[in-house]
């Protein structure tokens, strides 16, 4: 895990991890030999499991859930006035289920991370495992990519294929991936870091 700091010369990125779910995602970037500070987890769901994952690693939570009533602008401004208060420097999205907006993207230019699990263009969107499975690929994977105003449309920075083997449930193609992905992430964070792009 990250170790934590106040220094204005800390080396180290300071960043923000977006999730929705159950965190594994989060959890592997905690656990890398990365030098990153996570200031913040920021989650749309209040019960999600990732919130006990942070709250292990002392990472402190913002819980921003879409409501009637309130728009994605005025909810991603709440988010910027978080980051901006913690010296965010980069976003990693890490299984977050919403279209990150404009107010964001602006902020953050070529600063946003995400994973998908398919080998982009191919298979974009929420059910990235499934729909490779269902079109009975021999291969797919996971990919790295800058996050843009598409869905999944982004810049690729990092892919890496996974086999489907004719014997495979979509369980255990899905655990081949996210086996790949807790890898894949935190060495293509590092990379970034050391290549100065982040």
Same mark, same amino acid.
């Given at each position: 895990?990250?170790?934590?700091?106040?220094?204005?010369?800390?080396?180290?990125?300071?960043?923000?991890?977006?999730?929705?779910?159950?965190? &594994?995602?989060?959890? @592997?970037? %905690?656990?890398?030999?990365?030098? !990153?500070?996570?200031? *913040? #987890?920021?989650?749309?769901?209040?019960?999600?499991?990732?919130?006990?994952?942070?709250?292990?690693?002392?990472?402190?939570?913002?819980?921003?859930?879409?409501?009637?009533?309130?728009?994605?602008?005025?909810?991603?401004?709440?988010?910027?006035?978080?980051?901006?208060?913690?010296?965010?420097?980069?976003?990693?999205?890490?299984?977050?289920?919403?279209?990150?907006?404009? &107010?964001?993207?602006? @902020?953050? %230019?070529?600063?946003?991370?995400? !994973?998908?699990?398919? *080998? #982009?263009?191919?298979?974009?969107?929420?059910?990235?495992i499934e729909d490779a499975y269902a079109?009975?690929?021999?291969?797919?994977?996971?990919?790295?990519?800058?996050?843009?105003?598409?869905?999944?449309?982004?810049?690729?920075?990092?892919?890496?294929?996974?086999?489907?083997?004719?014997?495979?449930?979509?369980?255990?193609?899905?655990?081949?991936?996210?086996?790949?992905?807790?890898?894949?992430?935190?060495?293509?964070?590092?990379?970034?870091?050391?290549?100065?792009? *982040?």
């Open positions: 895990m990250q170790q934590q700091s106040n220094s204005a010369n800390d080396p180290r990125l300071s960043v923000a991890i977006f999730a929705s779910g159950n965190g &594994t995602n989060f959890e @592997a970037i %905690a656990t890398a030999d990365l030098p !990153i500070d996570i200031k *913040l #987890l920021v989650c749309d769901h209040h019960d999600a499991y990732v919130l006990k994952r942070a709250a292990k690693f002392g990472v402190p939570a913002l819980v921003i859930e879409a409501k009637k009533g309130i728009s994605k602008q005025h909810r991603e401004q709440t988010i910027l006035r978080h980051l901006r208060a913690e010296g965010v420097e980069a976003i990693f999205l890490a299984g977050y289920m919403r279209i990150i907006g404009p &107010t964001l993207l602006d @902020a953050f %230019a070529k600063r946003i991370i995400n !994973i998908h699990p398919a *080998l #982009l263009p191919n298979f974009p969107g929420l059910h990235g079109a009975n690929v021999k291969e797919t994977g996971v990919t790295i990519h800058y996050i843009d105003s598409g869905v999944d449309t982004g810049q690729i920075i990092a892919q890496q294929s996974v086999p489907r083997y004719p014997d495979d449930s979509v369980t255990d193609l899905a655990t081949r991936i996210h086996d790949v992905e807790h890898q894949l992430y935190p060495n293509t964070i590092l990379d970034l870091i050391k290549k100065g792009v *982040l």
